[in-house]
């Protein structure tokens, strides 16, 4: 084979390897009997078998059948490692093993999702169980868990020993012989993880229960509750542990004890597994104490009393069962010595004979017990099903099932379990014929490939002699059992006789001749099943098939307070009136069920061989085997299998799993699937004896040819891989991309969209701004109303914040806003306020002496403003504390005065007499309490404030000023007409001194003054061109003055002053 670039070194690596390793192993015989060279002869195979069990070499392919020798021992090759060691490995690649076989179903199961079944088949002893018990170990080791997968494992690994107390049984041939044929199906989830399973049993050798032959034991139960059930259980049970041989039921193949078997042990097991399945400790008691009662019931003895009626001889086995099973114990006692008939609506009662009563008791121990185990088996299934429904009904879930069905049997004395076995045999034959060997040739034929016929033996015939309706034996024998009259064993016989002589599969004593008269007896049919001759006698034949219980045991049994008997025996079935199926015919049924399960699945093969009789480990007998490789028909399916091609797929599903090893069909082919197919194998180098394209599957016919491929395929997978995963990233970071791109628009529209929201609302309030200003404008002058308050809000609000600006910054400072016209008046008040409030300030800042200057010329502000032509000159030159230093002021006028009166202001002033006007030079003194006169050192005249009536000044700009005195005033010689050049300081602060401020009067024209004893002088007042003070004519004084322009006040002073 070639395959491209770096393959081409790869594949010479590959089939070095291979061949280097079936080489080792094909020192040891061939690890798959399609490769012996003489593969049509039975010694050679028997050969290849045998030496390869000397090796503890003990399994052996037929293709994909799995041919397995039993080895009476331990081997080392069951381990986890080995284990791992097969896990997903072709199937071809290392030596055969049960796990390699295991690990194919399982992987068809994972990528196919076809559901599989392992049919494992093989005479009793030759270790299928042991094979399922692997096969199940193998899945729930190796398979992946779920989460809540963990505990049905251990229910899945634990069923078995609990079916195995109850079912298994020793035998001659085999210490564990399981005497029930079993069903597992082993459901998995679509990661491959067990998630359930269920059971189907098929018929229980019931008839163990009430006999065994020598040397072989009743179910292993029995035994394990005797033995190690704990004292105070057995009290309970009624049961004794000291006297084992006292039951009769477990004595009568003499054979208590096998050293093989550990009861104890197995006690153990059983007891734990109870624990794991689910049963409660109710349960398991209800469970016991059936198992007890059966053991008491056996114990049940009869006797015939005088008369010939059957009583029953012992009590306590009654009470026993009574107790236990919770039933009515004289009913029970009736109803194993009478029957009860029911004839034409009306029940009659009869007595039982010795023969009847004691069948009868071992019918019921019978029916008790074959009931409890399919109540066992169905508590399991309980257990094992998968829960959730939906997950279960979507299909998300596959199958592998296990048979483990008793194998062929004959013994010296077959009867009608071995009838039934042998049947089940011959199906299960049956359906490896269709399912291999005629399908097979069905299909090469449907597919178009030429067929080389492989001479086998199509045991249809056999089946159809047992199962045919009305004609096979089961029908016969059903007919028998149904119809009127004396129908007893012998007429059976011959009926069959009758019926069925002449069939090449069927001889009788009477039919045959010969040889083979002799080696049938009288009472015995001979079938030639299609691995070999049995005789079946025919005693116990009808009473077997009817597995008829009286009606009224049923009765008193529908009575139970036994929980278990109570779902085993339904009062239903009292009420039926359809007779119910046999148990052949049940028998046939259930396998033809069984047959459309498997049917249904894509089967595998174990086939068991057993090497001897002894139990022995290394002892290979081999006629022993040889039979047996005959009747599982290994030669016939190897025939087959060499004549035929090692594999076929459909073209499908061969393309779709080696497409990536050609370019042309990688990673898809788009043309017809056979084109591809070919284009394939071309470019593989198939030889054209390697394979043959069908009419839509490809026929490979070494298995070779196929290893190569997968390893091919094997070596190809790190590629796609990186393939699969390139691309697997690629979209992922697309994906994740597009995600945050999409994420971004959308947080981009959305901030957009915001953004929007907000500008057009903000245009919208700018709007409507703009408008209710307008409004507001047009209406400015309206009163407040909703249309304009807006507007005069803002008005208000700017003119406040403008005057907030522009606020003055000094009392001086006239500047202010000008008011809109709805503020005029609260813009005066404003103003005033901040005016008072700088002034305030101001006020808080000047010094004392500066205040006391500033408080004098505000009262001669008072006084003079507007008032005299001479004040404006006056306001910016500065009161000064006094005009005259107290040197200037003659000693003695000091003196006379005094250290404590004080001169607070004195200034020079002039002094006009009152008649002649003549001017005189004279200080003036301004004192605490009076003002006074002095010419030198003399003082001239003293007023007191008190006598102060006022005082007068001109409104002209003359310095004169008129102290006005009482004219009753003996002491004064008249008002004092006085001339001063500070005349507006002078007289502010003697009218602040005399606290004369509203006294004093300025006039326009002229002044009045008193002189003594009643008469007046005037003084007037005129504008002149040039100044002067004179007499006139009319004896008034006449001051001209020079008119004055009115200066406005010129430093910082006079507008303080002014405001
Ligand atoms: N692979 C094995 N390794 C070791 N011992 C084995 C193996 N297979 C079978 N045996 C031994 O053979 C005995 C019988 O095997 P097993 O019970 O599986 O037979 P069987 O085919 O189921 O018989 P039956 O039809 O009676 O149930 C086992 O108890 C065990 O001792
Ligand atoms: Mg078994």
């Known amino acids: ?149 963990q505990s049905i494992r251990e229910r899945l690994l634990q069923s078995t020993p609990v079916l195995e107390a109850f079912g298994n049984a020793k035998t001659l041939r085999n210490d564990n012989s399981s005497r029930f044929g079993k069903y597992m199906d082993v459901q998995f989830d679509y990661k491959g993880a067990p998630i359930g399973g269920h059971i189907l049993n098929y018929l229980l050798e019931k008839s163990r229960v009430v006999h065994q032959n020598h040397g072989e034991r009743n179910f292993h139960i029995f035994y394990q509750l005797l033995e190690s059930g704990d004292g105070a259980l057995l009290k309970r049970l009624g049961l004794d542990r000291t006297n084992p041989q006292q039951y009769h039921y477990l004595v009568k193949g003499n054979c208590p004890r096998v050293s093989s078997i550990s009861d104890k042990n197995s006690w153990k097991v059983v007891s734990k597994a109870f624990t794991v399945i689910g049963f409660n400790e109710e349960e398991v008691e209800e469970l016991l104490k059936v198992v007890a009662s059966v053991l008491h019931l056996g114990n049940t003895q009869f006797g015939e009393d005088e008369y010939g009626e059957t009583h029953l001889t012992t009590e306590m086995p009654i009470k026993y069962v009574s107790e236990l099973l919770g039933v009515e114990g004289s009913y029970l006692s009736e109803a194993l010595t009478h029957k009860k008939i029911v004839a034409k609506g009306e029940e009659m009662i009869g007595p039982l004979s010795l023969e009847q009563a004691v069948s009868a008791r071992d019918a019921l121990a019978k029916a008790i017990y074959g009931r409890t185990f399919t109540w066992l088996v ?113 007429t059976f016989l011959e009926k069959l006789e009758d019926r069925l002589g002449g069939h090449a599969h069927f001889v009788t004593h009477k039919l045959a001749n010969g040889k083979i008269r002799k080696a049938v007896g009288r009472e015995e049919f001979r079938l030639l099943h299609y691995a070999g001759e049995v005789n079946y006698n025919i005693n116990g034949f009808l009473d077997k098939n009817n597995d008829l219980l009286y009606r009224n045991l049923k009765e008193v049994m529908c009575q139970s307070s036994n929980q278990i008997m109570k779902e085993c025996f339904q009062t239903d079935e009292l009420t039926d009136q359809r007779r119910p199926e046999t148990a052949a015919t049940q028998f046939k049924l259930s396998l033809a069920k069984l047959m459309d399960i498997l049917m249904s699945k894509q089967p595998s093969y174990i086939r068991c061989i057993k090497p001897n009789d002894a139990k022995q480990p290394g002892r290979f007998e081999e006629v022993l085997v040889r039979h047996q490789v005959k009747y599982l028909g290994l030669m016939e399916n190897l025939r087959v299998r060499r004549a035929g091609f090692a594999y076929r797929r459909s073209f499908e599903a061969f393309l779709q799993r080696y497409k990536p090893l050609c370019p042309d069909t990688w990673p898809n082919w788009q043309g017809k699937l056979s084109d591809g197919v070919s284009t394939l194998v071309k470019h593989l180098d198939y030889k ?100 304009n308050e807006y507007f005069l809000d803002h008005v208000r609000f700017s003119f406040l914040m403008t005057i907030k600006r522009n606020l003055p910054k000094s009392v001086l400072d006239r500047t202010w806003p000008r008011p809109p016209p709805s503020l005029t008046e609260a813009s005066v008040h404003l103003h005033r306020l901040c005016i008072r ?76 007499d009152r008649h002649g006007f003549r001017a005189r030079p004279r200080q003036l003194l301004l004192m605490g309490s009076g003002v006074i006169l002095v010419q030198e050192s003399k003082i001239k005249q003293r007023i007191d404030y008190s006598s102060l009536l006022g005082i007068s000044v001109s409104s002209l700009s003359d310095g004169f000023f008129i102290l006005h005195v009482p004219p009753a005033d003996s002491k004064q010689k008249g008002d004092l007409v006085l001339q001063c050049d500070h005349v507006i300081e002078a007289v502010t602060k003697l009218a602040v001194m005399a606290d004369k401020i509203h006294s004093v009067n300025i006039s326009q024209d002229s002044i009045k003054f008193a002189i003594a004893r009643g008469k007046e002088g005037v003084i007037d007042f ?37 405001l």
């Open 1 to 149: 084979m070639r395959y491209l670039g770096r393959e081409v070194e790869v594949e010479g690596i590959v089939r070095l390897v291979m061949e280097s390793g079936l080489s080792a192993r094909d020192r040891v015989g061939v690890q798959d009997f399609l490769l012996l060279d003489n593969y049509t002869s039975e010694a050679a195979f028997i050969e290849n078998l045998r030496r390869r069990y000397k090796e503890n070499l003990i399994y052996t392919y037929i293709g994909s059948v799995l041919v397995s020798v039993n080895p009476y021992r331990e081997l080392e090759i069951y381990s986890k490692q080995h284990m791992e060691r097969y896990r997903g490995v072709n199937f071809y690649e290392i030596s055969p093993h049960i796990y390699a076989l295991a690990d194919n179903s399982y992987r068809a199961v994972r990528t196919e999702r076809k559901d599989q079944c392992i049919l494992i088949s093989g005479e009793s002893g030759a270790g299928k169980t042991e094979a399922s018990k692997k096969v199940l170990q193998y899945y729930t080791t190796m398979c992946p868990t779920r989460n809540n997968t």
């Open 688 to 787: 054209a004896e390697e394979y043959k394209l069908g009419r839509s599957k490809i026929f490979i016919r070494f298995p070779k040819t196929l290893f190569l491929t997968e390893d091919a395929l094997e070596l190809k997978k790190p590629t796609i891989a990186i393939i699969l995963q390139k691309n697997w990233r690629g979209y992922r970071e697309r994906a994740k991309y597009h995600r945050i791109r999409n994420a971004v628009i959308m947080i981009q529209s959305w901030w957009r969209g915001v953004k929007g929201r907000r500008r057009a609302k903000r245009r919208r309030q700018a709007a409507d701004t703009i408008r209710n200003l307008i409004k507001g404008f047009i209406l400015r002058n309206e009163p407040r109303c909703p249309d």
């Open 1022 to 1058: 005129t504008y002149g061109a040039e100044l002067r003070v004179v007499k006139t004519k009319n004896g008034h004084l006449a001051v001209v003055r020079i008119i004055q322009s009115h200066t406005k006040p010129i430093n910082h002073l006079d507008k303080i002053l002014s």
């Open 378 to 490: 169905q508590k399991i299934n309980q257990s094992l099903a998968f829960q959730d429904e939906v997950y279960y009904t979507s299909k998300c879930s596959s199958v592998i099932g296990l048979l483990d069905i008793y194998g062929f049997e004959v013994f010296q004395n077959n009867s009608f379990e071995q009838f039934c076995i042998n049947y089940c045999n011959e199906k299960l034959q049956q359906l490896f014929i269709e399912l291999t060997l005629k399908s097979e040739q069905e299909e090469y034929e449907a597919e178009g490939i030429g067929w080389e016929t492989v001479e086998y033996f199509n045991n249809k015939i056999i089946c159809d002699l047992v199962e045919e309706k009305f004609k096979g034996i089961i029908a016969i024998l059903d007919e028998e059992c149904l119809r009127p009259g004396d129908a007893c064993d012998l």
């Open 837 to 912: 409030n700088l002034v305030n300030d101001y006020c808080r800042k000047i010094q004392p002496e500066w205040r006391n200057q500033l408080e004098q010329k505000v009262v001669a502000s008072g006084i003079f403003r507007g008032q005299k032509d001479n004040y404006p000159q006056s306001v910016p030159r500065l009161f000064v504390g006094t005009r005259l230093e107290n040197e200037e002021i003659n000693l003695k006028v000091r003196q006379t005065l005094g250290t404590d009166n004080k001169v607070k202001y004195g200034v020079v002033v002039t002094k006009y």
